[in-house]
Each structure stands twice: as structure tokens, then as C-alpha cells.
């Protein structure tokens, strides 16, 4: 576990992702951004996002019918690459 109080840089999950196809950083700092906002389930690679970076698994993209729940825009089109970095640690 982590400290309960102080700074935790170093220790930190934090993990910046930039990419070559567009400057994408994410922050990471709480292992429940992991789990697909949509189904609950711990998201395993292929992960999508719409155009406004909602994300959702693979299932999920399909269940919508690629139309995201969040804000309409399509989804399943565009892969999420950062989030699937991380959850392949
Ligand atoms: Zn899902
Ligand atoms: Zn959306």
C-alpha cells in the first residue's frame, strides 16, 4: 500500500503516454480508470473512444452499436492506444 499521507511521486502509478499519432497525454493516478465506464469490467486491449475520449471495451463498442453512450459520437473506430499500454503492465 501506499502511504497514507505525504508525496508519493516516486512510488506513484502516474504514467504519461505521449503518441506519435496525436499529442496524447493521460495521467494516471487511480486503477479504477481501468475498468470500462460502461460494462464495469476490467478493460482489456482492444480499448476504443469516441471523439470526445469516452472509452469503452471492445463489448461494449458493439452493445452501443459504435455510438458512444456518453455524448452520440461514434465510437469503435478510434483506438485508445494509452489505455492499452497501461493495462498491459
Ligand atoms: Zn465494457
Ligand atoms: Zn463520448
Keep these: 500500500m501506499l502511504p497514507a499521507s505525504g508525496d508519493v511521486a516516486e512510488n506513484s502509478v502516474t504514467d504519461v503516454v505521449s503518441n ?7 495521467v494516471f493516478t487511480d486503477p479504477d480508470v481501468l475498468d470500462c465506464p460502461i460494462c464495469l469490467e476490467p478493460l482489456r486491449a482492444p480499448v476504443f473512444q469516441c471523439d470526445n475520449g469516452h472509452i469503452a471495451c471492445n463489448s461494449c463498442c458493439s452493445k452501443v452499436k459504435r455510438k458512444c453512450p456518453s455524448c452520440c459520437m461514434p465510437i469503435g473506430y478510434n483506438r485508445c492506444r ?8
Aim: proline content about 0%; hydrophobic content about 60%; charged content about 15%.
Design 20 to 26: 506519435a499519432s496525436g499529442a496524447l497525454s493521460v
Design 82 to 89: 494509452a489505455i492499452e499500454k497501461v493495462i498491459h503492465v
